[in-house]
């Protein structure tokens, strides 16, 4: 190898790319390494274990260990990039949080496998592969936190799981950054995100915990008593994921109304892939203290919070957020 290749720091997680039953993920970071023996042609590859967990279990603390871990390696002139491997599941959930708090333009990567090592057809090696691909080239500087599987990187704000197959992971609204050449591992990209995110974003990791933020979702029959529950459980937000354009039925808002004046945030995100969530529109926001989640899923959107409730609780100032991540 190349004494001047560039270093990769891998940081393990578990999930299916790790599984060699249906229960648990096994397989260690380093065995998903040296199962792959191209890549030690193309970088200078070390390995750390995060965690060893299905990605359902992926819990705060594991956010926030691997953020402060990945922070920690980037601040130095050693790595040059990392490469998360995670399960599928939440792994939008957690290449969205990197997004907004990782404090470095050297590239993150996170990959997954959508089926375990033992299935036909296996997709992990190959998903390793161009992870390590993008986090090596100096091309994926700068664009926030990237999610690379069946050889397309996607922004960590855009992407979300879709279905179980090879090309589940999509950005319905805005696409693709680039792909990968599966024949060679080089890399294409063909646009940029534009939000606020790593360097540019005006969230950090400033705490030792996160505030609690829930989701609610909306369907025929809802009743308001979920929202009392929220609020008299100690959560200091909620995520509503209503129909269409985020709506809320008529016998929900009072309930939200005094969520919001009893001094717990409340952001209205779609449970539809509706675009834009507009504000003001069907929904007075303005005059019930809400917040709009733009474009972010529910979940995503739920992430945004969490982390805006450790700088404000003033709504105002958390509809900047939205606006600008």
Same mark, same amino acid.
Request: net charge neutral.
């Given at each position: 190898?190349?004494?001047?290749?560039?270093?990769?720091?891998?940081?393990?997680?578990?999930?299916?790319?790790?599984?060699?039953?249906?229960?648990?993920?096994?397989?260690?970071?380093?065995?998903?390494?040296?199962?792959?023996?191209?890549?030690?042609?193309?970088?200078?590859?070390?390995?750390?274990?995060?965690?060893?967990?299905?990605?359902?279990?992926?819990?705060?603390?594991? #956010?926030?260990?691997?953020?402060?871990?990945?922070?920690?390696?980037?601040?130095?002139?050693?790595?040059?990039?990392?490469?998360?491997?995670?399960?599928?599941?939440?792994?939008?959930?957690?290449? %969205?949080?990197?997004?907004?708090?990782?404090?470095?333009?050297?590239?993150?990567?996170?990959?997954?496998?959508?089926?375990?090592? %033992?299935?036909?057809?296996?997709?992990?090696?190959?998903?390793? %592969?161009?992870?390590?691909?993008?986090?090596?080239?100096?091309?994926?500087?700068?664009?926030?936190?990237?999610?690379?599987?069946?050889?397309?990187?996607?922004?960590?704000?855009?992407?979300? =799981?879709?279905?179980?197959?090879?090309?589940?992971?999509?950005?319905?609204?805005?696409?693709?950054?680039?792909?990968?050449?599966? =024949?060679?591992?080089?890399?294409?990209?063909?646009?940029?995100?534009?939000?606020?995110?790593?360097?540019?974003?005006?969230?950090?990791?400033?705490?030792?915990?996160?505030?609690?933020?829930?989701?609610? %979702?909306?369907?025929?029959?809802?009743?308001?008593?979920?929202?009392?529950?929220?609020?008299?459980?100690?959560? =200091?937000?909620?995520? #509503?994921?209503?129909?269409?354009?985020?709506?809320?039925?008529?016998?929900?808002?009072?309930?939200?109304?005094?969520?919001? =004046?009893?001094?717990?945030?409340?952001?209205?995100?779609?449970?539809?892939?509706?675009?834009?969530?507009?504000?003001?529109?069907?929904?007075?926001?303005?005059?019930?203290?809400?917040?709009?989640?733009?474009?972010?899923?529910?979940?995503?959107?739920?992430?945004?919070?969490?982390?805006?409730?450790?700088?404000?609780?003033?709504?105002?100032?958390?509809?900047?957020?939205?606006?600008?991540?």
């Amino acid at each position: 190898m190349d004494s001047k290749a560039e270093k990769i720091l891998v940081l393990a997680t578990g999930g299916s790319i790790a599984q060699t039953s249906p229960k648990d993920p096994t397989l260690l970071g380093d065995t998903l390494v040296d199962a792959v023996p191209q890549l030690r042609n193309i970088a200078d590859i070390s390995v750390e274990q995060i965690a060893q967990v299905s990605s359902p279990d992926i819990s705060v603390e594991h #956010w926030l260990r691997l953020a402060r871990r990945i922070n920690e390696v980037l601040a130095g002139n050693d790595v040059q990039g990392v490469v998360v491997t995670h399960g599928t599941d939440t792994l939008e959930e957690t290449a %969205y949080f990197l997004n907004l708090v990782v404090s470095s333009d050297k590239p993150v990567v996170v990959v997954g496998a959508m089926r375990r090592p %033992y299935s036909l057809g296996a997709d992990g090696s190959a998903n390793l %592969y161009n992870g390590v691909a993008v986090a090596r080239d100096p091309n994926s500087r700068g664009k926030g936190v990237l999610v690379t599987l069946n050889a397309e990187i996607h922004a960590a704000r855009d992407v979300t =799981k879709t279905t179980f197959n090879l090309d589940a992971f999509k950005a319905p609204d805005f696409g693709p950054l680039g792909y990968v050449n599966a =024949k060679n591992g080089t890399t294409h990209f063909y646009r940029s995100p534009t939000r606020k995110h790593t360097t540019t974003s005006e969230l950090s990791l400033d705490c030792e915990t996160l505030p609690r933020v829930a989701i609610l %979702y909306s369907y025929v029959g809802v009743t308001p008593d979920l929202f009392e529950a929220v609020a008299a459980a100690g959560y =200091k937000g909620v995520v #509503w994921a209503g129909t269409g354009n985020a709506n809320l039925p008529k016998v929900i808002r009072p309930a939200a109304s005094e969520a919001v =004046k009893s001094g717990m945030a409340v952001v209205r995100a779609s449970r539809v892939n509706c675009r834009i969530v507009s504000r003001n529109d069907e929904i007075d926001d303005d005059a019930f203290g809400f917040v709009t989640a733009d474009s972010l899923s529910p979940q995503k959107a739920r992430i945004l919070l969490m982390l805006a409730l450790t700088k404000t609780a003033d709504p105002a100032r958390i509809q900047e957020f939205f606006d600008a991540h």
